[in-house]
Antibody, heavy 128, light 107 residues
Framework: QVRLVQSGAEVKKPGSSVKVSCQAS????????ISWVRQAPGQGLEWMGM????????NYAQKFQGRVTLVADESSSTAFMELSSLRSEDTAVYYC?????????????????????WGQGTMVTVSS | DIQMTQSPSTLSASVGDRVTITCRAS??????LAWCQQKPGKAPKFLIY???TLEAGVPSRFSGSGSGTEFTLTISSLQPDDFATYYC?????????FGQGTKVEIK
């Protein structure tokens, strides 16, 4: 059974960067995409972006454009989310989630059909 | 961006009650809607995708319906394990936005 295993908690200074990993344990990425979502303390879920490993392309929420980078290493079935220029408002739990969909190899587009597995979450604390 | 609005924000119910949560999209999303459940301190868990298809292993007391801009999640007979916060998420177009959540509390 595939699990998404995320890296451990991080404490960062304002202005620095954090890189969170998400590894598919017991399986591969295959034709899945990986979505990243965060949740600030006491708040709801916020979608950050999605990486499509087979194409190496990513889509980002406008709010995070320029500050977030999503990459994936198919050889290790690991996705990474890097967030830069950290501020206190970035303190949150960061989750990855697996997305099942249909890939169009001609246009390199991806149509999501379902989401199934979440990682356990990574707490990122930004504090001076 | 497509705005997702859930109602109510909080719902108080008893074990055995039928519970309905509504999610409205600011524009048509066809049936590209997922529902997930989250308990305090835990990662969310997907329940339903494509508006009405249950994820494997999800109890049949959960059901989803709707298309276009209006969707519902129904729990036919609330169980103790169902007290949690529920979110809808559209994935018709980027960014894949979430509703603000509905907390189901014990009455």
């Amino acid at each position: 059974q595939v699990r998404l295993v995320q890296s451990g908690a991080e404490v960062k200074k304002p202005g620095s960067s954090v890189k969170v990993s998400c590894q598919a344990s017991g399986g591969t990425f295959s034709t899945y995409a990986i979505s990243w979502v965060r949740q600030a303390p006491g708040q709801g879920l916020e979608w950050m972006g999605m990486i499509i490993p087979i194409f190496g392309t990513a889509n980002y929420a406008q709010k995070f454009q320029g500050r977030v980078t999503l990459v994936a290493d198919e050889s290790s079935s690991t996705a990474f989310m890097e967030l830069s220029s950290l501020r206190s408002e970035d303190t949150a739990v960061y989750y990855c989630a697996r997305v099942f969909g249909i890939a169009d190899y001609e246009s390199t587009s991806y149509t999501a059909h379902a989401f199934d597995i979440w990682g356990q979450g990574t707490m990122v604390t930004v504090s001076s | 961006d497509i705005q997702m609005t859930q109602s109510p924000s909080t719902l108080s119910a008893s074990v055995g009650d039928r519970v309905t949560i509504t999610c409205r999209a600011s524009q048509s999303i066809s049936n590209w809607l997922a529902w997930c459940q989250q308990k305090p301190g835990k990662a969310p868990k997907f329940l339903i995708y494509k508006a009405s298809t249950l994820e494997a292993g999800v109890p049949s007391r959960f059901s989803g319906s709707g298309s276009g801009t209006e969707f519902t999640l129904t729990i036919s007979s609330l169980q103790p394990d169902d007290f949690a916060t529920y979110y809808c998420q559209q994935y018709n177009s980027y960014p894949y936005t979430f509703g603000q959540g509905t907390k189901v509390e014990i009455k």
